[in-house]
């Protein structure tokens, strides 16, 4: 694919980006997947990387999403290789954007450390959209005192910092604290997908940052791959209706892609045949272009995935807060994404990554009779330890 298309003169669509008086592409380049040499997630293959995201700029991809540095060490010298990508005027031509992680964020020096970091390995002047990342209702209050805004503010000033942003991932009531606590706010980043139109914060949290003048960045449009590996029977049923028998990927794309709210949509690339196959679909398609059979269909399969929950849970959090810091409904995501799209792995690093402890549970009872659902919590809590820790 990526021979094919190496000739073609794509003209990108391009969306307003919030307040701002400049268009991102809808299209953006995540590079938390870039290929790895010899299967080493630890190594990159350096030429191949450069040659992927130049390919990209030069059909018009604008936006450049540097990901959630997980693992320092390997983010450290991922930046420094898109620095030598960069290179040669192709630094002028994106934006840049930079994530810093709430939970690595212990004092206020934090901001201004990771910053000079950024800077030094892509040997640049500035960061276009410095994103506070991963806030909800336990990092923000945090981060407001230690008043980690007013780093950000002085970085701007001192043209450090173009934009400043966030990634958020709960419920809709919380982004509203976010969003009504300060006034500076030039994005928002979502994790969206067709399974996520009710959800952290869903179709609604979007409008509503899209009304505040937020541009909307959206990320994992299709679940980190889970929507396009090999799906279950019962969904793998829907799918065989489409008349034009799409892939998998165009789907969660285009259905992410019809919201006009959103400004761009960062997909996380591993190949050039992904980069020129979304670059290709990123030239044709448009908001509000899905058909009413189109819409109904991805419903269906939306329908078919949550019936293979083992939890009903809805994440309303009555359960919540547990006395123990047990956060029951993000247990319960894990535990049911593990199942519905037959991801085990991915469930078990995260539950590692974001710090849950199911063994704490002492079993109350608690959550149980607060549950509106009358969901037996710690009897599904221990199935989820079963699986989720092993």
């Known amino acids: 694919m990526a021979g094919e298309l190496s000739w073609r003169k794509t003209v990108i669509k391009y969306r307003k980006f919030g307040r701002l008086d400049w268009k991102a592409s809808t299209l953006g380049f995540g590079v938390m997947r870039l290929p790895s040499l010899a299967g080493d997630p630890s190594s990159m293959d350096e030429d191949e990387v450069v040659r992927m995201l130049r390919y990209a ?179 793998a049923a829907i799918w065989a209706e489409d008349p034009q028998n799409r892939p998998l990927s165009d789907w969660g794309l285009r259905w992410v892609w019809n919201h006009p709210e959103i400004a761009t949509v960062v997909s996380d690339m591993s190949t050039m045949e992904q980069v020129a196959e979304n670059v290709a679909l990123a030239d044709t398609v448009e908001a509000d272009s899905l058909t009413v059979p189109e819409e109904v269909l991805i419903g269906r399969v939306r329908d078919a995935y949550r019936k293979l929950r083992p939890v009903p849970c809805t994440a309303c959090r009555g359960c919540m807060p547990c006395p123990l810091g047990i956060d029951v409904p993000r247990i319960f995501e894990l535990y049911n994404d593990a199942v519905m799209y037959d991801d085990v792995e991915t469930a078990r690093s995260l539950y590692r990554i974001e710090r849950h402890d199911i063994d704490s549970c002492n079993e109350c009872g608690a959550c149980a009779a607060a549950c509106g659902l009358k969901i037996a919590i710690p009897d599904k809590l221990k199935e989820a330890r079963k699986l989720l820790v092993g």
């Not at 700029?57 to 450290?76: A, F, K, M, S, T």
């Not at 960069?86 to 990771?114: C, F, H, M, T, W």
């Not at 960061?127 to 991963?134: K, V």
């Not at 336990?138 to 001192?158: C, F, H, N, Y």
Request: with cysteine; glycine share 8%; proline share 4%.
């Open 57 to 235: 700029i030069d059909r018009g991809v604008n936006y450049l999403d540097l990901g959630y540095p997980c693992d320092r060490e390997w983010h450290e010298r991922l930046t420094r290789l898109l620095a030598r990508a960069l290179q040669d005027g192709y630094r002028e031509r994106v934006k840049i954007a930079a994530n810093l992680p709430s939970l690595l964020i212990d004092s206020p020096a934090d901001v201004e450390r990771y910053l000079d970091d950024h800077l030094e390995r892509l040997q640049t002047d500035s960061i276009d959209f410095f994103l506070f990342g991963g806030l909800d209702r336990q990092t923000w209050p945090r981060l407001q005192e230690m008043d980690v805004l007013s780093r950000a503010e002085a970085a701007m000033a001192g043209g450090r910092i173009k934009n400043v942003g966030f990634a958020f991932h709960d419920y809709f009531q919380a982004l509203r604290e976010v969003l009504d606590a300060y006034d500076n706010w030039t994005l928002c980043q979502f994790q969206y997908s067709y399974m996520d139109i009710d959800h952290h914060p869903g179709a609604g949290g979007i409008r509503y940052a899209a009304s505040k003048g937020l541009a909307v960045v959206v990320t994992e449009p299709l679940r980190g791959g889970r929507l396009t590996g090999t799906p279950p029977d019962s969904v």
